[in-house]
């Protein structure tokens, strides 16, 4: 099946390449903290591994830190200032049952939707490539009372009778493991493809 391009002046491809430049330039974690206000910031160990990035990444550190198994992807996603996370969820199992109450997933907005594109094609590869062991995708969410369009990342569990959530946890933890650089690699491959075009 062939599958049309949009028309030439349908999108602003020099604000697509501008976009893509901007993101590829964006500072590591170790030359500017993703926690909003991070008193103590180390360079050598501003990771998710830091042991006050739940709390700090968190709109309500006492009640709801980030949870242990999205808080590397809810880092990484911060770290690159172009997205901001909104909600997440690990994934629960209600008490006393065994079925998935809540499944894991991060909703976040971005600065362009050619950022959530480049995340999108990276879901795609993780699971081409089978490192992840549910295929996971990106939604427009509406969990967002704001104007701004939100996205989700979670899981496609259509036709899987009985999920884990210890699987899907390992698979939103492979997700988050240095983001920042795929995405990157992803922008300047795009870079090029536009490049290539003209």
């Known amino acids: 099946m062939k599958i049309r391009e949009p028309n030439n002046q349908f ?15 964006q500072d590591e974690p170790s030359v500017s903290p993703p926690c909003v206000g991070c008193q ?8 998710p591994k830091c042991p006050e990035a739940a709390k700090s990444l968190s709109v309500d550190p006492i009640q709801y830190p980030i949870e242990r198994s999205v808080v590397a992807l809810v880092f990484e996603l911060n770290a690159i ?5 909104c909600w997440s969820c690990e994934g629960h199992i209600r008490e006393g049952e ?3 109450w809540k499944i894991p997933q991060v909703c976040f907005y971005s600065q ?11 879901l795609s590869k993780l699971f081409i490539q089978k490192k992840l062991k ?11 009372q704001s104007i701004h369009p939100a996205y989700n990342i979670q899981p496609d ?31 300047q491959s795009l870079l090029n493809t536009i490049a290539a075009m003209q």
């Open 11 to 25: 999108f602003d491809l020099e604000q697509v390449k501008r976009d893509l430049q901007k993101f590829i330039i």
């Open 40 to 47: 103590q910031h180390i360079p050598d160990i501003c990771s």
């Open 81 to 85: 200032r172009l997205f901001e996370t």
């Open 98 to 100: 065994s079925q998935i």
């Open 112 to 122: 362009s939707s050619i950022y959530a594109k480049l995340l999108s094609t990276h």
């Open 134 to 144: 549910y295929n996971w995708l990106l939604c427009l969410s509406d969990i967002s």
């Open 157 to 187: 569990l259509t036709n899987q009778f009985e999920p884990s959530l210890g699987l899907l946890q390992n698979d939103i933890r492979t997700i988050g493991s240095d983001l920042q650089r795929h995405l990157k690699a992803e922008a």
